[in-house]
């Protein structure tokens, strides 16, 4: 079956003007072009744009989406199992959050009361859930699907008294990074030294295991990947770069 521009994007709930977008970027170009001239579409751009609004409704840039649905190893099976990996861990976090907040409801009423760790219930899964919407298919490109799962369980395995000192520490490396930049000191220095080993202590609370290339690779990914950037280098540009360069001097010494 074929479709005009305008019966297609009535179906899928989006706009012709991104239809017309998405064909500029080369995401998804029509069929054909009818004897008129109109965009006409069929059964594979029908399939095709499913697939772009499903990685939409997971968050990616379209130009991720771009590069992944062009490669010529991308298999729609494969992604399509991905999403309902992710919908089904989405799912479950909610249904903790829901029996969480029910819980809490109830013991306002004085019905049943929590104890404090179940408070947090929940509130972890959201964590990994961000992250992995957020970064997920940069960090699983480049460490692979096992260690990611694996850091993903240890975060969850957490106490809330080690999740309560991996987000001071997280905290203290961020205020320590824009006091360094601030006073222009050099990464190499001790100041350097202890940002860096301070950095490898707040891996361990989710990583698998360390190794110092692995370590250097992430501090350059923080660099490289401007969400990173622009977290680290929000209230003090020159953050990240100072953390990359602090690791990088730090690890080539051990």
């Known amino acids: 079956m074929e479709y005009t521009i305008q019966k297609l994007a009535r179906m899928a709930g989006v706009s012709t003007r991104t239809l017309r977008y ?36 997971l968050g990616l840039e379209l130009s991720a989406i771009g590069r992944m649905i062009h490669d010529p190893s991308f298999s729609r099976l494969e992604a399509f199992e991905g999403h309902l990996r992710m919908l089904e861990e989405e799912r479950a976090r909610l249904d903790l959050l829901i029996r969480n907040v029910q819980r809490t409801i109830q013991e306002e009423k004085g019905d049943c009361p929590m104890k404090d760790a179940e408070k947090f219930e929940g509130l972890k899964r959201r964590l990994v859930a961000e992250n992995e919407e957020q970064y997920g298919q940069e960090i699983r490109e480049k460490y692979g699907d096992d260690t990611v799962d694996q850091s993903n369980a240890k975060m969850m395995n957490l106490s809330q008294e080690d999740y309560d000192a991996m987000q001071e520490t997280a905290a203290r ?16 220095s001790e100041a350097g030294r202890e940002l860096a080993a301070r950095h490898k202590e707040w891996l361990h609370y989710t990583w698998p295991r360390y190794s110092a290339e692995a370590h250097k690779g992430l501090v350059q990914m923080y660099l490289d990947d401007p969400r990173f950037t622009a977290y680290y280098d929000k209230e003090v540009p020159g953050c990240a770069r100072f953390l990359r360069d602090a690791v990088h001097a730090w690890a080539d010494r051990l």
Request: glycine letters at 8%.
């Open 22 to 57: 998405y064909d500029e970027m080369g995401l998804l170009a029509p069929a054909r072009l009818s004897s008129s001239g109109y965009r006409i579409y069929g059964a594979k751009e029908v399939d095709t744009l499913q697939q772009i609004l499903f990685f939409r409704e």
């Open 173 to 188: 490396i961020l205020a320590d990074l824009q006091a360094a930049v601030q006073a222009g000191l050099d990464p190499a």
